[in-house]
């Protein structure tokens, strides 16, 4: 039998890999190479090539360590160093993305781009799937140059040279004032100053324009009044977030995804809890700034042989505060770290009154058959939403760790010395 119809679609072909597209947008599977060697100078610059004409690559049985993971990110540019997301021990530039019945994808759930909410965004990120869930924790990636493209012509001039704020508390400002109160809100606004981008960036390689405004982080248009800003910004997530520009991947065990922030966004899927979902991503930052004048884009200067760019380093206007190397919130910010133990009141009962006892109950409902007590259930229930769940898991393990069936503040006292480097 002879088919009439073949694709139409023209593919590169290289020398060192293969790549068979996923979607008719973006993504394309990569086969012929293995990410834990020490890859040549030509083979990165093949997959860079690849990644520059699929926008999302992904490999499968890609089994690799941290170290071989960091090896082959810095082949391709400069890690971002430790922010808000806990990191790997030992590899401060490794984000630790663990997720369980506490931890879910939580705000990433919503499509973004990777740190739109600095001045210098990363460029590139390289995930990996470590212990994946069997049917569900898929992730979505979202090709924002045909989001552009499909625009029609007299929307497109009209985007063209307005500007719009990327801020991490359109996202997380709510959750962090209802967890931690208007200090650890303050706190991260001093850190995480908004900041403002073209909504339409044209990719310094390829040339080509993206619509860059994203759900979880872009606020509003600083030229339109509120009113229009709304409208407009739904209108467009709508017509961005359909199949037609999008690709999905069924992660396995040891699959990697590698993607340019530049012309996608991406979203995990939160349909898998209460199974367990770990992935280790590196962020490589862009020392280009976007601007409204593509040729003239400001370029970020930093030290080449450095271990990795600190973040507040990626803001114009530097924040007065820094991170810990863990990515932990200040003592003050988020009261789990208040002084214990100081020769007056046992902290078990000095916490244990404050706790609300609903949320003791959830706690107490973990398929560990870790009992939490009062006192420590009080001080996991003063950090921010964000950071709870990976603390509460952080707990857990401790306490298994130390053959204990009880989370005490003693193993919340353990594991804030760990995360301190104590
Ligand atoms: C991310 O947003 O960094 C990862 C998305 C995911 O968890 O699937």
Redesign the pocket.
Known sequence: MSYLFTSQRELPSYRHLEAEPLSGALGAMISGVDLADDLSRDVINEIYAALLEFKVLFLRDQEMTDEQHLRLARKFGMPQGPGS?PQVEGYPMI?L?R?DEYQT?GG??NY?S?DSYRDYPSRM?I?RGLTMPIGG????WCDMEKAYASLSGPMKTFLEGLTAEHTLSKNFGQGILEGGGAKAYEDMMKRNPPVVHPVIRTHPETGRKCLYVNEMLTSRFLELNKEESDALLEMLLEHSYQPEHECR?F?RDNSV?IWDNRCTQ????NDFTPAF?L?H?IAIVDDRRPSLDPDNEPRLPYDRNADFIRVEDLFVNKPELTYHVDGEEPAQGNGAATESGNGAADPEDEYAAEVDRKFLEKLNGNRHGIAFTAGAAARLEKIPRMFRGAAISAVIAEAQKQGSTEANISILDAVQAKRRGG
């Open positions: 997301i984000r993305q997720m994808i990433d759930v973004h990777d990120s995930l924790g898929n992730t979505i991947f992660w995804a991406h979203r995990g899927i979902r992935m991503r």
